[in-house]
């Protein structure tokens, strides 16, 4: 198979023709690496990235095969990892130059778990700094003078850019959904803890999650059933098992019953999103209705303002005690406000309004399988000094919801427009199967 061809194999093929023998893992790492030699210097996704080190994870793949051992379902497949999880052989510098050069001594559970299923590291992805707004260097692939989101910046760009088939990233508001809206991949975001958080960047233990990137909901969905499972250093997992996989690519019982949610943040959205959203309902017929929100859902911008920036404020302490001129004004105002700025009665008032919304939405979920909803306010904005609104995405992390983001619409110069589910806490599976179903309907 040609490199160029190799570029764009979805990771489920990848892993069947290196099962096969009809590639090896070395051929896929050296196509990935021959297009981030072409595109690195345009794109930037990358913070760090040693050729000889991945290539000698894909000979160690490729003579793992020859001997006849177990496969893993990721064998031989390059993944990129967000600069926010420890890597053991490969710094992980948390997109600041407080943390530059850092080299932990073991792996995030995330990275532990991919390499368990066979994954070959291929290197680390550009962060915003700590994860949060400030970013990178990174551009969006898709139009170089365009944001591609943050804070998983490197992560969406890599995988849109045709770098790596795979990579995962992590979301405290919007960090997973937005930029894989705005370079036109899947991004899916699991429930709340259903990936443990062990060994990456802790910002917000309430709103933390590990998410994924890929070019298809099925991809999403094997990527992301490698790392489920139980840590007992991160409280919000638990021991389980779930097909995710198997359920997104198996054919809905019925038709699944879409919601229309505008959110309460509507009126923020682009002209092209509102067009595309009209057209989609259309589309849909039958199959969707609009369902608003409660007026107290109007609330949880506020209350995951409060959870985020208290946290941030405890576990960013030590750096902006001992060097605050290193950190971003942005960050150093987010810290500021939440060492001062937010009460104890507002933080426990916050915590407590989690569950409350959560138990709110069971009728509505009960009636329907998704919500759809924007999963950005329009395409990616001109600029590289910010990574767009994370709004549209906010609500759903602050509940702790699934949610996947799929690019089926376009807006201004052709840039992709992603269209959000969203479903109850613990309904990954279902959720990705209703994705799946409606990436590949026929909209003619």
């Not at 194999?9 to 896929?28: C, F, M, P, V």
């Not at 170089?144 to 995988?159: E, I, K, L, N, Y």
């Amino acid at each position: 198979m040609k490199s160029d061809a190799l570029e764009w194999i979805s990771a489920r093929d990848a892993a069947a023709a290196i099962a096969d023998g009809r590639i090896t893992s070395r051929e896929l790492t050296e196509a990935c690496l021959a297009s981030i030699e072409r595109q690195e210097d345009t794109v930037g996704a990358w913070a760090f990235l040693d050729r000889d080190l991945a290539l000698l994870q894909a000979d160690m793949a490729d003579d793992a095969h020859r001997a006849g051992r177990p496969h893993g379902p990721l064998h031989g497949v390059p993944v990129g990892v967000k600069d926010i999880f420890d890597t053991h052989d490969m710094p992980t510098g948390d997109g600041s130059p407080l943390h530059a050069g850092r080299t932990p001594r073991r792996d995030a559970a995330a990275v532990a778990l991919l390499r368990q299923a066979g994954a070959v590291i291929l290197g680390k992805t550009v962060t915003t700094e700590f994860a949060v707004y400030h970013p990178g260097k990174t551009a969006n692939p898709l139009d170089p003078a365009r944001t591609p989101g943050g804070s998983s910046s490197g992560s969406a760009a890599a995988v849109a850019a045709g770098m790596v088939p795979l990579a995962i990233g992590s979301q405290t508001n919007g960090s997973v959904i937005r930029p894989a809206s705005f370079c036109g991949v899947v991004g899916y975001k699991p429930s709340f803890g259903l990936i443990p958080r062990t060994g990456a960047l802790r910002l917000s233990r309430a709103l933390d999650h590990v998410g994924v990137f890929a070019r298809s909901v099925e991809d999403a969905a094997l990527i992301a059933e490698c790392m489920i499972g139980f840590d007992p250093e991160d409280a919000a997992t638990r021991p389980q098992r779930m097909p995710l996989r198997q359920t997104a690519v198996s054919t809905p019982p019925v038709t699944p019953r879409l919601a229309f949610v505008p959110s309460p943040l509507w009126d923020q959205a682009g002209e092209d999103t509102h067009a595309g959203f009209a057209e989609l309902v259309e589309a849909l017929g039958e199959t969707i209705e609009r369902f608003d929100l409660p007026s107290a859902f109007g609330n949880a911008i506020a209350w995951h303002k409060t959870l985020m920036e208290t946290d941030l404020a405890v576990n960013l302490s030590r750096e902006y005690e001992q060097s605050p001129e290193q950190i971003s004004p942005v960050l150093r105002e987010m810290i500021a406000r939440g060492r001062s700025g937010h009460s104890s009665f507002d933080y426990a008032r916050a915590i407590e309004a989690i569950e409350a919304l959560n138990a709110a939405l069971e009728d509505a979920f009960f009636a329907y399988d998704a919500f759809v909803t924007p999963a950005a306010p329009g395409v990616a904005p001109l600029g590289l000094q910010a990574t767009g609104s994370p709004a549209f995405c906010t609500l759903w992390t602050f509940c702790g919801l699934p949610a996947v983001t799929i690019p089926l619409l376009q807006g201004e110069g052709g840039m992709p427009i992603g269209v959000q589910l969203v479903g109850p806490r613990g309904s990954d599976a279902r959720l990705l199967r209703t994705a799946n179903w409606l990436q590949n309907f026929d909209f003619t």
